[in-house]
């Protein structure tokens, strides 16, 4: 097998569960589209405590000390301020539309949310960057076969709620599992356990805000906030220094 046979493993899983959502959400009522939607709002909170308890990480304390909750602050501060000046969220809105006015249903009108929620739950997490970096080592692909097994089901169940937008995420998924794939391949382990952590633990609070959109709290621009995922092990690489 070659090295990235585990992230194409990964997008077809993805595809195979939208194409059965979509076809499971078809023969559904409104009403229980709705629930299932909620229901995915709550999994994704238990998700987002999980990954974000990832600030009280041993290894991110160790490196940091006390710290670890204000690199976490700091990388979404900065990162959404980055985020919004550059227009991030209305341009991963924008490539949504595009891809829905070429391959979705006119009358889906949670395409891009399908299309952003999934991408961000699928990308977000050690999951992601450990096991696309070990399969860029050359060290096999159980860890990818894992969380495309876990992403199966998520896309079968997002996609019966949000539509074919779910199976566009593949795409993301690709692109950015791909390119840790590649760096771990050509430099090696690239982060260490700490910059992970803290990675994570932002990602964790950017799923709360997932969870809150699927709840139809309150609609928080995640778009924007995506450089803080790369800001976060930079900020905790710099504070461990001192």
Sequence with gaps: MFRGIGTVINIVTILLGTAIGVSLG????????????DVLGLITAVVAISAGSEVASPALKKAVGSGALLIVLGALLIGGIIGSLLRLEDRLNNIGETLKSKFGNQENGNFVEGFVTASL??????LAILASVSDGLGKGIDQLLLKSTLDFFASMAFAASLGWGVAASAIVVGLYQGAWTL????????????????????????????????????????????PALAIAPLLALLVSKF
């Design 121 to 126: 739950i699928f990308v977000v997490g050690p």
């Design 26 to 37: 078809s023969r559904l009522p409104e009403r229980t589209r709705n629930v299932i939607t």
């Design 183 to 226: 760096l771990g391949w050509l430099l090696g382990n690239i982060m260490s356990d700490f910059e992970i952590a803290a990675m994570t633990a932002t990602g964790g609070l950017m799923l709360a805000g997932i969870s809150l959109r699927l709840l139809k709290i309150r609609h928080i621009p995640i778009g924007d906030l995506l």
